[in-house]
């Protein structure tokens, strides 16, 4: 998986709505891939759906883990 970029995380918490919309969009798949539901209809042909209360859910956890990262220096023999 492609990393994020740090300057649009910093950007993200320091409330830019386009950087964090980046980031949702980042893992919109992931969010999507986590929130199927499954049902049987009467014919007994099982169908998959992605949940979207789920999905709001998810997405809301994910603003709020973004606003509550921490970020720390990195360690003295740390190379970029």
Do not use: W
């Not at 798949?29 to 049987?40: E, F, H, K, N, V």
């Amino acid at each position: 998986m492609k990393l994020i970029p740090f300057s649009v995380i910093k950007a993200a918490k320091e409330n830019d709505l386009e950087a964090a919309e980046k980031i949702r969009k980042h893992y919109d798949s992931y969010i999507g891939s986590r929130c199927l539901q499954s049902y049987t209809d009467e014919n007994g042909t099982r169908h998959t759906y992605v949940d979207e209360d789920l999905r709001y859910l998810a997405e809301i956890a994910l603003y709020a883990a973004i606003f509550r990262f921490q970020f720390t220096d990195p360690p003295d023999d740390f190379e970029p």
